[in-house]
């Protein structure tokens, strides 16, 4: 569940019900997969999300200024 300001998440596409199966083709099946996702956010200068939305895969791309 989201709190506070969502604009951010808004203007990318991210709903409050989506759950984020993939970063950028880093699968989030475990913490440590998380972790190496985050460590490559670090680098990286567009977003490429694999979300699940009522039931669907849905993918989601998005850039870092």
Same mark, same amino acid.
């Given at each position: 569940?989201? #709190? %506070?300001?969502?604009?951010?998440?808004? &203007?990318? %596409?991210?709903?409050?019900?989506?759950?984020?199966?993939?970063?950028n083709g880093v699968e989030l099946s475990s913490p440590s997969e998380g972790l190496k996702a985050l /460590?490559?956010?670090?680098? &990286?200068?567009?977003?490429?999300? #694999?979300?699940? /939305?009522? %039931?669907?895969?849905?993918?989601?791309?998005?850039?870092?200024?």
């Amino acid at each position: 569940k989201t #709190t %506070g300001d969502t604009a951010q998440f808004d &203007a990318v %596409g991210i709903q409050a019900s989506d759950v984020i199966l993939a970063i950028n083709g880093v699968e989030l099946s475990s913490p440590s997969e998380g972790l190496k996702a985050l /460590r490559e956010l670090q680098k &990286a200068k567009q977003v490429n999300l #694999t979300v699940l /939305r009522n %039931g669907s895969e849905l993918p989601l791309q998005f850039d870092i200024p």
